[in-house]
């Protein structure tokens, strides 16, 4: 079905975003802040808005992609929100999103919170992945506009679900990019060719041991951290002798150091008997 939808933004992202809405027919007009990024897609059938509240006026579902919360509720300002749905795909913490929503609510709109699992060449392709949260009326209204973009996956009501999983998604990732820095960083210190170590060694290793995540997360679901694996005592000590390994080979194991301290940590409170899964508790705020 053939949907009128807005698209304020047209950054890399945004411009993906509206060009993937174009491509499966729907009605798409678009505003952004420096107006000639509209070209493109006007040659492609959209229509551009000269204003956020004309692209607003414009269509019932309106999709937000700019550079911050801030930027949002600017954009948002003095536009008319009774009766649209605003989906705020820009990437946002979980605090701005339930701001976000209060605001959207608050003048008569409906909400929902999106986080963006792909980057702008990945739209449209079956790799890319958006999170939503919010209003399940406006996401059940549009799910199927909004697979255009990207195969979509709602978390749930509260608003701030979908960006602190994104953000949570991230969290993953940049732990993954700082053990594979900070392997990089031993075997180039030997010499070895790093992209026979990565593609040969490396990426099997992660991926095996990944795959056991899940019965981690099922651990700390229990609150039940007990192992027929490997105990914090064993990588108490195999993390020691790591950070001894980088320094006799002349590489900083500033990445590592972290995992060192919070091992310690829980080893000092007498569960050196607990497998790694127990770590997670040493990380919420007191
Ligand atoms: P860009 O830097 O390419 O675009 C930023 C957009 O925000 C532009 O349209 C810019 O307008 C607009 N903007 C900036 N400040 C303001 C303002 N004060 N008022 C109005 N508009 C403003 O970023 P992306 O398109 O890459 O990213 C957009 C969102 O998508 C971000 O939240 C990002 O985290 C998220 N995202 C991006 C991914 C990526 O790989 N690119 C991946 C996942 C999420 P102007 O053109 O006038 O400067």
Known sequence: MSENISVLGLGLMGTALAKSLLAAGHQVTVWNRTPAKADPLVAEGAKQAATPAAAVAASELVIACLLDSRSVTATLEGAELRGRVIANLTTSRPVEAREIAAL?????????????????????????????SGSKAA????????SAMA??????????????LDLAMLTGMYGQMAGFLEAAALVRSAGYPLRDFTSGLLVP?????????PAW?????SG???????NLEINRSGVANLVRAFHEQGVRPDLLLPMQEILERRVARGLAHEGLSGLVEELVSD
């Open 104 to 132: 959207v609510t608050e003048r008569g709109g409906d909400h929902l919170a999106g986080g963006i699992m792909a980057i702008p060449q990945m739209i449209a392709t079956p790799g890319a992945l958006i999170l939503y």
């Open 224 to 230: 039940d951290h007990g192992t027929d694996v490997s």
């Open 151 to 164: 195969r979509p996956q709602y978390t749930g009501a509260d608003p701030a679900m979908a960006p602190l």
């Open 217 to 221: 997360a099922e651990k700390m679901e």
């Open 139 to 146: 996401y059940d209204r549009y799910e199927q506009a909004l």
């Open 205 to 213: 290793w992660l991926n095996a041991m990944a795959a056991q995540q």
